[in-house]
């Protein structure tokens, strides 16, 4: 009797004895790489265009027009901090007229081009800056008397200081909306053979469209 036991608890057991044996030779699967998605960098050229509203009170209060050009530059990226230089171009139709009797002037910042450090801190493809630097500004000044009139312009050498706000919609384009104070510097403007010497200021807010290269 007791080998019959022995026997049949054999039996039991060799099975359940196999059943582990060859669970303990199948292979584990490896656990699936986690996966990061790639960090966003701005190092690099760019180049785009830009559209929007400017105004002063050189001229007079109502002083106020629509900007449009392009701007082309380049970023390096280090951590998060943003280094770059930018430069711009920008006709603007900015103009304000006032009459005294039966003389119209009509002052007007036909162009302006800028020259500009920018520094910021990216939140991957979002990047808020500062911008600073040169401007170069043409001014225009007009006399009416009826029909008769008379105009002189000028470039007059200045700063632009700002700041703004870009984001990469996609790895080559993004969007941005800044503001820029400019300052004309001394420009002289000659009418009649009266000489006139103005410091002219005025502000700009502006959307613009970049290409990544």
């Given at each position: 009797?007791?080998?019959f ?26 656990p ?7 960090y ?9 265009i ?5 105004w ?7 002083a ?30 900015i ?5 005294a ?6 002052g ?6 800028t ?13 808020i ?5 040169w ?7 007009k ?18 200081v700002?700041?703004?706000l870009?984001?990469a919609?996609?790895?080559r ?6 503001y820029l104070?400019?300052d004309?510097?001394?420009?002289t ?12 200021k ?7 469209l970049n290409?990544?290269?």
């Amino acid at each position: 009797m007791k080998r019959f036991h022995a026997l049949l608890l054999g039996c039991v057991c060799l099975p359940a004895l196999a059943v582990s044996a060859s669970a303990a030779d199948i292979p584990l699967k490896a656990p699936a790489p986690a996966y990061y998605a790639p960090y966003f960098s701005w190092t690099g050229f760019y180049a785009g265009i830009n559209g929007g509203y400017g105004w002063s009170d050189s001229f007079a209060d109502n002083a106020k027009g629509g900007v449009y050009g392009g701007q082309v530059g380049y970023n390096w990226q280090i951590g998060s901090f943003v280094l770059g230089v930018e430069g711009d171009f920008q006709g603007t139709t900015i103009k304000a007229t006032e009459t005294a009797g039966a003389v119209t002037a009509e002052g007007k910042i036909d162009a302006y081009a800028t020259v500009r450090g920018r520094i910021g801190y990216a939140f991957n493809r979002a990047l808020i800056y500062g911008t600073g630097g040169w401007a170069y500004t043409k001014t225009k000044l007009k006399l009416s008397v009826g029909t008769a009139s008379i105009e002189d312009s000028a470039w007059g050498s200045g700063y632009a200081v700002g700041g703004g706000l870009e984001w990469a919609v996609w790895d080559r384009w993004s969007v941005k909306g800044e503001y820029l104070y400019i300052d004309s510097g001394d420009t002289t403007l000659t009418l009649a053979g009266a000489t006139a010497t103005g410091d002219f200021k005025y502000n700009v807010v502006r959307a613009g469209l970049n290409y990544r290269f």
